[in-house]
């Protein structure tokens, strides 16, 4: 039985976290063949760079999470060439409609969850076959979260917003923080009717790094992608918590 995985699909893979879950992955699992998606591979210049260096380990893929039509056609296409995924992380996400709540419309909460739930579900619904087919020990489906969707949490959370934004009274991020909740209870959702078929699901807060989407981060994107790809690739299907932070600590709810 293989001891590390041969196959893994990145949904969200172009930059930020994303590209570097790429990048760990390679340099992880020598011989895994990873599955990278971008909505414009054309335009991909870092992920493009990934594959000329490893023109046999990477397929770049287009997919736009926010057509369930696309996902669908994603499937198809790796369906091409496996039957099986070891691993399915979706990295996927946007931050829209910054500011208070009622100023972000209804617009800004659709296009958080559009991407951030919706697209979660229907990836996730495209692909846990090919993770259930799998024979690898440790195959996992992984959601990466955050803990800006934790309730037990706020007070925290609108505390560092404050910091961040300089702001008092409004939580700037609430549309995805919402987006973020959801998807807490999606997964485990998720987790109680795949788990027992044999495909654990697995959400992963990557902590705050520096990225296009969080300029204000207080890691690296190095030290998160390499946390998430080692808790991904060491979680154990039995262990009772299934929401971790990037170092595989239990993040509460």
């Known amino acids: 039985m293989a001891s590390s995985p041969s196959t893994v699909l990145i949904i969200g893979a172009s930059r930020g976290i994303g590209l570097q879950l790429v990048e760990k992955s390679l340099a992880k699992y020598p011989t895994a063949v990873i599955y990278a998606t971008a909505r414009s591979p054309a335009t991909a210049v870092d992920l493009q760079k990934l594959h000329k260096d490893h023109p046999n380990r990477i397929h770049i893929l287009e997919v736009d999470v926010a057509n369930a039509s696309s996902i669908h056609l994603l499937k198809e296409t790796v369906s091409q060439t496996t039957s099986t995924l070891d691993q399915v992380i ?21 296009e958080n969850m559009t991407v951030n739930l919706f697209g979660a579900y229907a990836s996730a619904m495209e692909f846990f076959p090919f993770v259930e087919r799998s024979t690898y020990p440790k195959k996992v489906l992984t959601f990466i979260g955050s803990s800006f969707g934790s309730i037990t949490t706020f007070k925290e959370n609108f505390e560092m917003h404050n910091l961040i ?89």
């Open 90 to 110: 979706y990295n996927a996400g946007v931050l829209k409609g910054l500011g208070p709540l009622t100023a972000a419309g209804l617009d800004g909460l659709k």
């Open 165 to 253: 934004f300089g702001t008092t009274g409004v939580n700037v991020t609430a549309a995805y923080d919402i987006s973020k909740t959801a998807v807490e209870r999606l997964a485990f959702e998720l987790d109680l009717e795949l788990r027992p078929k044999g495909v654990p699901v697995l959400l992963i807060h990557p902590g705050l790094p520096k990225t296009d989407m969080n300029p204000m981060g207080n890691i690296t994107v190095d030290a998160s992608a390499t946390g998430v790809i080692d808790v991904i690739g060491e979680y154990a299907a039995d262990r009772e918590e299934r929401f971790l932070d990037y170092q595989g600590k239990a993040v509460p709810l």
